[in-house]
């Protein structure tokens, strides 16, 4: 293969794994002028290729969508991890998922050399993906142009339709995608309100690219799970109650973090929480975490009051009782 035929290749191997490159950190990376980078991406667009470019300091270029999906350039792992991804999301619920996803995955194994089939039969024997249930279906392209902008870090517009069935436009930087409980969620900054927020992505109804690309902002692993796991903790639950604590609304806020969303302050020494769960014993860990010492109310409707009573005079009467004999 020739040195001109390699280059045109890592070239555009490079415009597939992100939205936009500098003209001069293409060339860098290349190790070539920028007059080179230009006629091999004329290469490119002679065999197909839809390759955008614009002009100025911070011109560049941008592989566009085409009428035909053209040849991609794949590593052996990003072909490997591509077949895996497609076996995890047949099982998912995604609009069309099983017979969209098995079609794609026959024609990337089909062309797959065997070593590879191997690896991939043997990650897929291993890896036991947690099924969504009988969550609500999402879209496959909601969900691809979000990653595209999570990845390339771009602002988008979205149309959302809240659980009151309120419509609405947000401007949003995308920063993560989880799946949680039976949904797929949205983790992003919303300029409008200027904070995280985290969005149903089978409520969002489409996404507008805008081009406009940002810095992402600072928010550790952990801080994603937690936001993640709390917005999926705000379904419709079978027990819902309100907490009223003694305890002003922002030392709240200082304690329990982003758990504290949704409270609100009932004056200016007290806070109403709302808590819930499938039954009174998930309920009963949000009031676990009420501060020592902070007296509260709840109103907790029957008869999950009664049973969390009689588990708590249980469990009264077990730690006034003498411990058992230490075992043999």
Known sequence: ?????????????????????????????????????????????????RVESTPGVAGGYRLEAGSAVPPLLLTDDEAVTMAIGLRVAATQQLVGGPEVTLTALAKLEQVLPSVLRRRVNALAESIHPARMGDGPAVSPVVLGEL??????????RLRYIDRAGADSVRRVEPHALAPAGRNWYLLCWDLERDGWRTFRVDRIESVEHTRVLFDPRDISEEE?????????????????????MELALDEMDQYFGVWAQGATAEDEMHTRWPIGGPDWREALY???????????????????????????????????????????
Do not use: C
């Not at 936009?20 to 290729?49: F, Q």
């Not at 990653?147 to 771009?154: T, V, Y």
């Open 147 to 156: 990653a595209l902008a999570s990845r390339d870090r771009e602002r988008v």
């Open 224 to 244: 994603i799970a937690e936001r993640v796991l709390l917005a999926s903790s705000w379904s419709p639950q079978k027990l819902e109650a309100d907490v009223v």
């Open 1 to 49: 293969m020739s040195d001109t035929t390699t280059r045109a290749l890592a070239l555009l191997n490079l415009l597939q794994t992100h939205r936009h490159w500098p003209g001069i950190e293409l060339a860098m990376r290349l190790g070539v002028t920028e007059r080179t980078v230009r006629r091999d991406v004329d290469r490119l667009r002679d065999l197909g290729y």
């Open 286 to 328: 949000g009031l676990l975490w009420i501060p020592a010492g902070v007296e509260y109310a709840t109103d907790f409707p029957e008869p999950h009051r009664a049973e969390l009573r009689e588990a708590l005079e249980r469990a009264l009467r077990a730690l006034d009782a003498p411990p058992p004999a230490p075992r043999r």
